[in-house]
């Protein structure tokens, strides 16, 4: 949501690509979270609410404290697309577990090529616009999603060989108790 908000006019000028795309994934990302919600235990469900909320409030702070205290473009693109860079190079960086268990065993089973692909591709494209676009805030984390997404793929190349592909519990007999 906050990609959608940078690239509105009254934020950042000349982005109705950013915000199109972004509103595309926006609009998907609510079907998806609203099925999972519905879907989820009914255990679970009070905490993903709470969590959604959190994330609800946040964005709804930022984008009034954004439009009252910041009257320009340039200090509305700065606060919004530096908040974008964080919470951008956050969602790249959380595969990095993965890739750290990955040199450990050796083993990419627990890393979707699927996953690593998307991410290098998304990184790469968006990286592409913005050095179209001369946009350093989306240059950034996107720029870092392509470097990971990249090393996520030269990984697998590397480990797919060694990887033992049956199930876990086959492993865990193998490995011993954790």
């Known amino acids: 949501m906050l990609w959608v908000f940078y690239g509105i006019p009254i934020v950042h000028p000349n982005s109705i690509l950013v915000v199109t795309i972004n509103g595309t994934g926006v609009f998907l990302e609510v079907i998806y979270v609203t099925m999972f919600v519905i879907y989820c235990s009914k255990d679970s469900r009070p905490r993903l609410l709470k969590m959604l909320a959190v994330a609800a409030v946040f964005f709804a702070a930022v984008v009034v404290l954004t439009l009252t205290l910041a009257h320009t473009h340039d200090k509305r693109s700065l606060i919004v697309g530096l908040l974008c ?8 960086a959380a595969p990095l577990a993965a890739i750290r268990n990955v040199v450990r065993t050796k083993s990419v089973k627990y890393m979707p090529f699927s996953l690593s692909l998307a991410s290098f591709a998304n990184g790469a494209i968006w990286m592409a616009y913005a050095c179209i676009h001369f946009d350093i805030f989306i240059t950034i984390p996107n720029g870092l999603g392509a470097f990971l997404g990249a090393l996520q793929l030269i990984l697998y190349g590397i480990y797919y060989r060694t990887t033992v592909w049956g199930d876990d519990e086959e492993v865990d007999k193998v490995e011993g108790p954790a």
């Open 85 to 92: 860079v964080v919470f951008g190079t956050c969602m790249y």
